[in-house]
């Protein structure tokens, strides 16, 4: 049946006479041969809003979800208690670490803690012998300095066995547990593997909260505003939350961020298309995409008349792959030709 259509359309196309032959703007139409020629019409509605681009992006776990659990002092990785994806409370063990310098560290704490020990015991005995009025009192009070000196180290040891929240154990091993509850991310180390002091080892989610990560144009890094709206194309909607001020010297682009409801179905790391939406202004109009064509230089659609269609030029003022966002003289509830434009605009040439 294919072979059948130029004839078909040449048929249909000698029976429709342009209602105004100087200016070639109106096609007089039947229903029947609308139906024939596969004319599908679509109406005008008011728009809430515009697109102004539509953009790849690529989904991230909101970055002030993601928390890391790092090894405070360097050396191998004994054992990891997790794996990617698994559900953890506050304080489970995330990695265990054997490390020679907490090793050092545990014996500089030993050591201080015996220096703090005879240190009292020097202030204590000096002070009952100033009481007394058998020595000086500055000798006394230079002796308690000392205590409070030593009391500090001490304290400042303690703290760098513990730091991060680590469990140090004997022989130079520790535990690192987790900063938050929320379920793993990734796991970025294996066991037997040598690991840096304050690397990550484990990453821990602690929301299910995504971002989508966008480069944007020059032109539009200043059209785009915070609480502007997205639509991931075959997606959810959501909200632009961050728009960078700095261009990419490499790129020429700036960064915007994104924020999509938990739950959306989307992944960290998924590559998507989305468009970038804002509210439309007063008047704008919607039709489908595919209605707007572009015929003597400029964007016009096929309004239906009551014989047939005529050609209304309209200003776009944004576009996605579905709908396009007008301003003309069009009026919600009108039909347009959403379909078989090629055809109306063969007809419109005459031929």
């Not at 006394?140 to 400042?156: D, G, H, L, M, P």
């Not at 009026?331 to 379909?339: D, F, K, L």
């Amino acid at each position: 049946m294919a072979h059948m259509f130029p004839t078909l359309l040449l048929v249909t196309a000698t029976a429709l006479v342009p209602l105004n032959g100087a200016m070639g703007k109106d096609i007089s139409i039947t229903p029947d041969q609308i139906e024939r020629l596969e004319i599908k019409l679509a109406a005008v509605r008011p728009a809430k809003t515009e697109t102004l681009a539509m953009l790849p992006g690529t989904v991230i776990p909101a970055l002030n979800a993601r928390v890391s659990a790092t090894a405070p002092f360097p050396g191998t990785v004994i054992q990891v208690h997790v794996l990617p994806g698994q559900n953890v409370a506050k304080g489970d063990a995330l990695a265990t670490i054997a490390s020679r310098e907490l090793l050092d560290a545990q014996g500089q704490l030993a050591q201080a803690e015996a220096q703090l020990q005879a240190a009292v015991a020097v202030a204590d005995r000096k002070r009952y012998l100033a009481d007394k009025k058998i020595s000086n009192e500055t000798i006394a009070a230079e002796a308690e300095a000392q205590v409070t000196k030593v009391r500090s180290v001490v304290a400042q040891q303690k703290a760098a066995v513990s730091i991060g929240g680590i469990e140090a154990r004997d022989a130079g091993r520790y535990v690192i547990r987790s900063p938050a509850d929320g379920h793993i991310a990734h796991v970025d180390t294996m066991p037997g593997e040598p690991i840096t002091a304050m690397a990550a080892v484990v990453s821990v989610d602690t929301t299910e909260a995504l971002w989508i990560d966008v480069q944007i144009p020059l032109s539009l890094a200043s059209q785009i505003k915070t609480g502007d709206l997205v639509q991931v194309i075959d997606g959810p909607e959501g909200k632009v939350v961050s728009v960078g001020q700095d261009i990419d010297k490499l790129t020429r682009s700036a960064r915007l961020i994104a924020a999509v409801p938990d739950n959306s179905g989307l992944l960290p790391g998924q590559m998507v298309k989305l468009n970038i939406k804002k509210i439309a202004e007063t008047g704008s109009l919607q039709v489908p995409s595919s209605a707007v064509a572009w015929i003597s230089g400029e964007h016009q659609v096929f309004t239906r008349s009551d014989n047939g269609f005529s050609l209304t030029p309209v200003k776009v003022r944004g576009r996605s792959i579905d709908t396009a966002t007008v301003s003309g003289a069009l009026t919600p509830g009108e039909s347009v030709a959403a379909s078989g434009l090629p055809q109306l605009e063969a007809i419109l040439d005459g031929k």
